[in-house]
Every structure is written in structure tokens, then in C-alpha cells.
């Protein structure tokens, strides 16, 4: 699975902060790395998908 951020993100820092393997902060708004998400880093990324205060994490 693949994760993609889109742009109604706040920047408000959680995702990058709760799952720094996925998540990366550039120019004030979260991006999501260009990759499959491993194993290991999966049920944290869903929790920050459902999570993250304005829905702007989507599943790609
Ligand atoms: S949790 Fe949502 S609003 Fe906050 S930085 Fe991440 S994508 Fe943006």
C-alpha cells in the first residue's frame, strides 16, 4: 500500500511526527514517501490516515 497526502493538509505535524517512516514535512504541509509502505510501518500509517485532523491522507 501507498499513501499520498493531499492538499487540504494544515501542516499541523502529526503524521510526521506519529510515523516519520512514511511521513516528511517540506514547505509547511506533509508529503508521504514515493514508495510502498513496509510491513512494519503499516498499522501506524492507517492510524495516522484516520487520524489526521483534516482527512488529507488518502490511500493510493
Ligand atoms: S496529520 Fe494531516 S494535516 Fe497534519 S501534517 Fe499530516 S497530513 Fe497534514
Redesign the pocket.
Known amino acids: 500500500m501507498r499513501m499520498k ?1 493531499n492538499d487540504t ?8 511526527v506519529t510515523c516519520p517512516d512514511v ?1 516528511y ?1 517540506e514547505s509547511g ?2 508529503h508521504a514517501i514515493d514508495a510502498e509502505i513496509d510491513e512494519a510501518n503499516l498499522d501506524t500509517a492507517q492510524d ?1 490516515l484516520e487520524n ?3 482527512s ?2 488518502e490511500e493510493v
Open positions: 497526502v493538509c494544515i501542516g499541523c505535524g502529526l503524521c510526521a511521513f514535512m504541509v506533509a495516522v489526521c485532523p483534516v488529507a491522507i
